[in-house]
């Protein structure tokens, strides 16, 4: 058993490239204080990426997730960190204490991935993805179900409403995990009345 002492929470911010995984990380970023954690960045940074083999895609990297986390692995266990990224289930569950999957409707997402030059194959991909809800499904099947909040992005009136949801939540996960920075442990009574409380799991 390892024993939290992150002081400041880890959040994943995660969903189909375009959604707005970046814009939403570096407002929250400026806002909070806490670390945008480009995953593009540390692998650009690290060269732990390879060119795929596909001619029509020759500029996405193949990351080594081993690498990766090695990379990353002391920053998540300082805390403070927004992961941005598109994928989350290499994240260790422990490290992490907040996942939020940015969504985007079909045709915001399709114009916005046609103005950013992708070719045909590759748009269909990323549109697939987001119907499928694949980044969701990821995220579910990884971490604990109260974690994960789905945060739609289509509107910049929606970055401001989805940031200041992030920031009280911080807040209260603060508050929660006190100055010592170690989990109390909690019963369940006492869980489900902090649940009440956490305006993040409010109204779906
Ligand atoms: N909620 C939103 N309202 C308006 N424009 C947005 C919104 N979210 C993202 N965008 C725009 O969409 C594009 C892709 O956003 P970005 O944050 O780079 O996505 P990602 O990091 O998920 O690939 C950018 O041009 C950004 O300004
Ligand atoms: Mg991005």
Not at 143 to 164: G, H, K, P
Request: charged content about 35%.
């Amino acid at each position: 058993m390892s024993t939290m002492t992150r002081t400041s929470p880890n959040i994943i911010i995660t969903g189909t490239p375009g959604v707005g995984k970046t814009t939403h990380s570096e407002t929250l970023a400026q806002r909070t204080g806490l670390h945008h954690l480009d995953i593009n960045d540390v692998v650009k940074k690290h060269n732990i990426g390879e060119s795929s083999n596909d001619p029509d895609d020759p500029n996405t990297k193949i990351v080594d997730e081993d690498r990766l986390l090695d990379c990353i692995e002391n920053d998540l266990e300082d805390g403070g960190q927004i992961i941005d990224w598109h994928a989350c289930d290499l994240f260790p569950p422990r490290l992490i204490d907040l996942v939020c999957v940015v969504r985007c409707e079909n045709k915001v997402l399709y114009d916005r991935l046609k103005k950013r030059g992708y070719g045909e194959k590759k748009l269909q991909e990323n549109m697939d993805c987001e119907i499928m809800e694949v980044l969701l499904q990821e995220a579910r099947e990884a971490y604990d179900d109260e974690m994960v909040v789905e945060l739609r992005s289509e509107s910049t009136e929606e970055i401001d409403a989805n940031v200041e949801r992030i920031e009280q939540w911080i807040k209260n996960w603060k508050k929660d995990h006190g100055k010592e920075g170690k989990k109390e442990v909690q019963t369940q009574s006492e869980q489900d009345k902090k649940d009440e409380d956490d305006p993040m799991f409010l109204h779906g």
